[in-house]
């Protein structure tokens, strides 16, 4: 079973098809949840072998939601996969002279405003919880709906447009409560938290690179404990469980008041 962030015919739901396609041969059963702490829910009773959660978009950056769960779940980083996003501006009929509204869920607007500005001049924007949502209405009230072109066919509508914007990508988290072997090509993503002093974040982070450990993330995020109180997440070439990355974790765990190996897994190429 695969639980991943719905509702059909989103993003999410395409990103699961393949991980279902390239890793378990199509045989992946797919089982859509209404929130990312759904899934992660999900996985971690094992009421789902794996899960598909947004982690981050070039354009917007990290999902708050999936990151607080990382570090609250027993569950782990099982694989990654990222996603060139295209949306399409669909309708259901022929747009009547009042100023055109459109449909979609906050984000995948903001991604294409300008553009949609260009096309569509002055117009009103109505958010919804998600772009199939926008979709469904859009085909009842005749109105414009924005998201990934494959709504179209599910709810009868027209595409006016595809819209693609330069390096807009979206990486995804594969989830489970399996551990992945070590392959040749490997990344490993953590999160730790640091002493409150001048320079601690600067030390942590020769741990990596006194061993020569290319990392190719890190950002911080509240802890939520209080304010000025912060967790960090970090990614590194690697697996956990081979050196140098199994001799910096181990002392990343000495150095740090909080760490927690999210997982080892494939890394994705360009």
């Known amino acids: 079973m695969i639980s991943y962030l719905g509702p059909p015919g989103t993003f999410t739901e395409e990103a699961a098809e393949r991980f279902s396609e390239e890793e378990l041969g199509g045989n992946g059963k797919l089982q859509s949840a209404r929130t990312i702490t759904a ?26 939601e999936t ?9 782990r980083v099982f694989g990654e996969l990222v996603l060139p996003i295209v949306h399409a501006l669909m309708s259901g009929s022929e747009p009547d002279d009042r100023e055109p509204v459109v449909y979609s869920h906050p984000q995948a607007y903001e991604q294409a405003r300008e553009t949609l500005r260009e096309l569509l001049g002055n117009h009103e924007f109505v958010p919804t919880a998600s772009t199939a949502e926008a979709a469904k209405l859009a085909s009842k009230e005749g109105a414009y709906a924005l998201g990934p072109p494959r709504l179209a066919e599910r709810f009868g509508l027209d595409i006016m447009e595809e819209i693609r914007l330069e390096n807009n990508e979206t990486r995804f988290a594969i989830i489970s409560r399996r551990d992945r072997a070590p392959t040749k ?35 911080s995020r509240p802890a939520k404990r209080g304010l000025g109180d912060y967790v960090f997440f970090l990614d590194f070439e690697g697996h956990r ?8 974790l181990a002392e990343l765990r000495e150095r740090t008041p909080f760490s927690k190996v999210l997982g080892s897994y494939p890394k994705v190429f360009p």
Do not use: C, Q
């Open 185 to 219: 090509e490997d990344k490993t993503s953590v999160v730790f938290s640091v002493t409150d002093r001048p320079g601690a974040l600067r030390e942590i982070l020769g741990i990596f690179a006194d061993r020569g450990i290319n990392l190719t993330k890190i950002e």
């Open 241 to 248: 469980m081979l050196y140098p990355g199994s001799e910096a």
């Open 67 to 75: 990151l607080d769960n990382f570090l609250h779940r027993s569950v």
């Open 39 to 64: 899934v992660f829910s999900r996985v971690e009773r094992g009421e789902a072998d794996y899960g598909v959660v947004p982690w981050e978009n070039s354009l917007e950056g990290s999902v708050g």
